[in-house]
C-alpha cells in the first residue's frame, strides 16, 4: 500500500517569493492534515480537511497562507509571500476518520528554506 | 491550554542499556495517547497507543508505555536498546473534546551507542 506522498521533498526560496506544497494521501482516507515543524519541536496543525471541506483551520495563518482540497483527494498548501520565519518542515498525513481510534499516517514532509 | 511536555530532550545511551522517555500533558479529561518514532531520514511511524483498558500498552520492536492517570503521564520504556533505535521520539495527545486534533511534544533525540 503506497503511503502519503509529499512534493517536492525540498524547497529553497528567497523571501517574499511564493511557493506550494502538495500532498496526495493514502487511498480511501477522508480527513488530511497539514502540520508544520519547526527545528527541535513537534509537529502543530495548520489545517484538517474532511473530504474536501476545511474544518479546523484555526491555526493557519490566514494572511499568507491558504490550502484546498478541491476534489477531496490531493491537497496544496501554498506561503504567498514567504518569510524568513517560515522555514521549517511541511507534513502532510492522512486518516481513514477524524477520531483519536484513526491512526494518523504521514507523509516525508516538505523542507522548506527561505533565504 | 492543552500541551504536552518531554522532559527530555536528547537523551545518550549504550546499547543495551535501559530507557525510559518521560512525557506528561495537560489535559483533564479522556485522552488517546501515542508515541511516535522518526528513525534518520523516514517519516513520523507510529510505536504505539492508548485509548483504554490496560494501562501498560506494547508497540512495535519492544517498546512498550504505562499510562498513568493521576500523574497524566505516559511514559515510554524498552528494556534494551540497540543501536537501531537511534531516532526521535514524540509523545502526543489526543484530547477526546477535541476532534481530529493531535497534540505533539517537541520530541526527544535519541542515540544510541554502539
Known amino acids: 500500500e503506497a503511503g502519503v506522498v509529499q512534493s517536492p521533498r525540498y524547497k529553497i526560496i528567497e523571501k517574499k517569493q511564493p511557493v506550494a506544497f502538495w500532498c496526495n494521501p493514502i487511498s480511501g482516507h477522508n480527513t488530511l492534515y497539514w502540520y508544520l515543524q519547526n527545528l527541535g519541536q513537534g509537529p502543530e496543525l495548520l489545517i484538517r480537511y474532511e473530504n474536501e471541506e476545511a474544518v479546523d483551520d484555526s491555526q493557519l495563518p490566514k494572511d499568507r497562507f491558504s490550502a484546498e482540497r478541491l476534489k477531496g483527494v490531493d491537497s496544496t498548501l501554498k506561503i504567498q509571500p514567504a518569510e524568513l520565519g517560515d522555514s521549517a518542515v511541511y507534513l502532510c498525513?492522512?486518516?481513514?476518520?477524524?477520531?483519536?481510534?484513526?491512526?494518523?499516517?504521514f507523509g516525508p514532509g516538505t523542507r522548506l528554506t527561505v533565504l | 491550554a492543552q500541551s504536552v511536555s518531554q522532559h527530555n530532550h536528547h537523551v545518550i545511551l549504550s546499547e543495551a542499556a535501559s530507557l525510559e522517555l518521560g512525557c506528561n500533558y495537560s489535559y483533564g479529561g479522556t485522552v488517546n495517547l501515542f508515541w511516535y518514532v522518526q528513525y534518520p531520514g523516514q517519516h513520523l511511524q507510529l510505536l504505539l497507543k492508548y485509548f483504554s483498558g490496560d494501562p501498560l500498552v506494547k508497540g512495535i520492536k519492544g517498546f512498550e508505555a504505562e499510562f498513568i492517570k493521576s500523574k497524566f503521564s505516559f511514559n515510554l520504556r524498552k528494556p534494551s536498546v540497540q543501536w537501531s533505535d537511534t531516532a526521535e521520539y514524540f509523545c502526543?495527545?489526543?484530547?477526546?473534546?477535541?476532534?481530529?486534533?493531535?497534540?505533539f511534544g517537541q520530541g526527544t533525540t535519541l542515540q544510541v551507542k554502539p
Open positions: 498525513a492522512s486518516s481513514l476518520g477524524r477520531t483519536g481510534w484513526d491512526e494518523q499516517f
Open positions: 502526543a495527545v489526543f484530547p477526546s473534546s477535541n476532534t481530529g486534533k493531535l497534540i
